[in-house]
């Protein structure tokens, strides 16, 4: 007698919601982004399953007409639902990634992120929904806020006044500033200085709009070293009389580190 | 008298308490020599040293004195995208679960995980740090962490016939 091989059922990653103004659908989601979550979830999915030594058999994918739906075929169903409700899970921070899954964890998160700030993933195993999103940080707005960035000022000119720096994190930006600042930082063009600004990022980090408030020049003028020593001198005098630093600090010194 | 191989030193660190204290004071014990060796040898050769926010406030135990501005020592604050790396890449079920590891709690561990999220999101390449308990949290965020006798000079043995030897 021959057992039958059960007949593939779908696993559904839907994606639902806002894209660029539209609903999202088959002719307008962002493809690259919406492969590369899809297939983001389900290496994480593949791992998850060979982590736990279960079978889990994923072949065959359609685009289901009429929406952004990936049916991908699934011989395992119940398993499957299982392990859409742990990377779920994962995803959103709510349980512990174990070692070896964190990297694609975190590749679902941003892949997932990157598919637009109105856009959700909901994955259905038969009537088993799971909706996969990042932990709940909005890392889609844009944020802003006052910052201290050391930068190099590279431009100074226009008007209204503006001046371009490029940092060693966050790359180049526009900033603008008043005449009288303007004029002063001027005369440290080419050289790093400390900018205090309010920026405003995209939802990558990027700076996209800024204002300097003030800046301050580096000391260059002495012994680095000497500098900070006297600074901690006065600022951390109460370390002085401090005979054990991991102790008071509470934290423990590892002898194999 | 130690000596840092140059060559060793990472183009951007973030270097823990610990190590800027027994660089900057008076304190001596069995580290002070290489944490002073590593800290000036960096000035030097005029690598970054990042300083995270909560780092500076375990420090300042005295009168108030406006951070120096230099090169190579650069102070870094704990904002809105180390707050992301932080949420994101040590979330509280990180904390949660190391915390029943190590026995710490998890109001100590967010101290760690602020400093090892600022050490991700300005760029450091590595934490350089005496203790070994930031290595618990950095490694969520692929972050190594160097102890400074790591980037001492190697040892030379010279043999009996006058050859040198590396180790």
Known sequence: MSSARPSPSPLSVELHGDFGGKDVAPDNFDVVHAMNYVSALLDLLSALADKQQEPLSLQGMTLAPGSVVFDIDVEQPSTARRLVTQAGELVAGRTLAPRGLRAR?????????????????????????????????????????????????????????????????????????????AADIAGYLYQEVDLVATIERTDEGRIVDATVHRFFPLDETEDEAEVWRRWFALAGSGWEDIEDIEAELDRNIEKAI | MVDIDPESLPARCLVDTGVLIRSLGQFEDEHTQVCRAFFEQMIVKGQRMLVAAPSIAEMLRGQPQPLPRTKSLIPVAFDSRAAEVLGLEIPVAVLRSESSITGHSRTYLKYDAMIVACAKRWGATCIVALDGDHRVLAKYVEMPVRHPREFLCKQIAISFDGETQGE
């Open chain 1, 105 to 181: 964890v975190t590749r679902v998160r941003e892949s997932v992120s990157q598919l637009g700030p109105g856009v959700r993933s909901v994955v259905k195993v038969g009537r088993h929904k799971t909706v996969i999103a990042p932990p709940n940080i909005d890392t889609n707005a844009r944020t802003q806020e006052e910052v201290e960035l050391r930068a190099r000022v590279f431009r100074v000119g226009g008007s209204p006044p503006r001046v371009w720096a490029i940092t060693d994190v966050d790359g180049e930006f526009r900033a603008e500033l008043d005449h009288r600042l």
